[in-house]
Structure formats: C-alpha cells, structure tokens
C-alpha cells in the first residue's frame, strides 16, 4: 500500500465516527434528550434513574436547584420517580403561564423586564395560559422558597414563613381585651421586618389597612381558597397583581391589634376560615 492509501485509511479511521456523530441517537447518562418548541431552546429534558436526587441532577448539569424547582412545578423536590421526566433549562427559568398572569407579573415575580422576556420568547403580545416562556437569568426566584418551606409535603400550600407558633386555629381567650374569642388563623413569632412568602400562586385581592388585622394581604388561589396574611409592617404587592407561591409579599411587623411582632395567617375556603394546618406541610 502506498504512503498516500495509508493516510487516506487512517483519515477514515479517524475522522469518519465523528462526521457521522451528528446522525447518532442521542442520549446522556439520565435518558433521552428532547428540546421542546420554543424560541429560546435553552433546556432539554431528563428521564430520572431510580436512586436519582434532584441535587444530584442539578449538580451532574450544573444547573441551579431553584432553576429545577420553578421549571418543573415541583411541589415536593426531594422527592422523584424513575420514569419522571425533568426539565433542564440552561441560563434561566422555563416558566408555564398561568391563568390571569400577565408579562408584568411575571417581571416582578423574576425581576426580568418585560422586554428581556419578549425578545427571548418572541412575544408580541401578551402570553397565553398554558404557555411556556424561557425567563432568561432572573434575579429572584420564588419557587425556591418550596424548598425550605414547603418541605416533603407537596400539600397545596406552603408555610408563608418559619417561626414560633404561638396562637393556633380555634377557641380562645383574646390576648387584648381578655374575652372569649375564635382565632380565625394561627400566629407565628417572628421578627419585625421578616420576609412573608405567598403560600400558593394566585392573584392579590387586597393590599392595605383592615381593622384588627393592620396591613394585610389577601390572595385568591382559586378554587375557593385564600389565604390572609396580616400584622405586616410593609407591603410589597398590589391589587391585581399574580403571584407566584414563594414570592415575597411583604414583611412581617406589628400592626393592628397585636400584643408583639408575628404574622396572622389564615386559609379560607369560600370566604370561611379553616384551619390551615393539615393544608400545610
């Protein structure tokens, strides 16, 4: 063989697997790869192994946890099946519209502008319900909040902040005027000025001064459920605005009839308070 065949054979040998690697099937240690329709294109999904934790997945691709946590809706992160399917976004947060969300809600909930979120998603208008947007490098991402206060329970609200309970749901004696009184909600010691979490998406009803309650905020998730957050020393949304769960609404304080700095909160099923304990994790 001449000097010249030889080199031509070894070229083939060399270079030929990696012409063809483009037409190969493609798949990573977690399963196939797929990228859905979107202009941004910055993610691919994972099949989850059996043993498979979601702070592994994110450190094998590097990705944030709160990333994983908001892309997937995941109610219960520490909690995964073989089988399941994982969004991997790269570079920022793929975000499913909801209901009654508008652009500007979802800026503030990102601290994106809107016109970041329209030129990485090609919007013209507004997004639709259902829709899934490429939220590129946001500054805050409240689905993270799951982790800390939502726990294991995946139950349909999480706890607005960590604290002392000091005043559960139910009968009582009123801490001021020293009457028999039903506590419509359960108390949370916590420092003036601690951050208050929305326990589950949905739209701000009221954002001010009511009686007793001082500053307060109410949320309709929908279904016939809201959720009260009262006492606050400062508020941080408006009335009409769609939040995400884990957002910060507002901090805590001492407002109203208060005998200390805590959070009031409450749950309500079409209009009338329950006891929001076994709602929470």
Known sequence: ????????????????????????????????????????????????????????VADRYGIPLSYLVASNGLSAPSVLHPGQELVLPQGGVLHTVRAGQTLADLAATYGVSQEVIRKANGLSGEPLPGQRLFIPEPRTVPQAAVLELGGEGGTRFIWPLRGRLTSLFGPRTHPIYGTPDFHTGVDIAVPEGTEVHAAAPGTVTWAGTRGGYGLLVIIDHGDGY????????????????????????????????????????????????????????
């Open 226 to 281: 809201s959720t009260y957050y009262g006492h606050l020393s400062r508020i941080l949304v408006h009335v009409g605005q769609f939040v995400e769960v884990g957002q910060v609404i507002a901090l805590s304080g001492n407002t109203g009839l208060s005998t200390g700095p805590h959070l009031h909160f409450e749950i309500r099923k079409f209009g009338e308070a329950i006891n929001p304990l076994p709602l929470l994790p």
């Open 1 to 56: 063989m001449s000097k010249d065949a030889a080199l031509a054979v070894l070229f083939g040998l060399f270079f030929l697997p990696l012409l063809l690697l483009p037409f190969l099937p493609q798949e990573d240690l977690g399963g196939p790869l797929s990228f859905p329709p979107t202009p941004g294109g910055n993610f691919r999904t994972y099949v989850v192994k059996p043993g498979d934790t979601l702070a592994a």
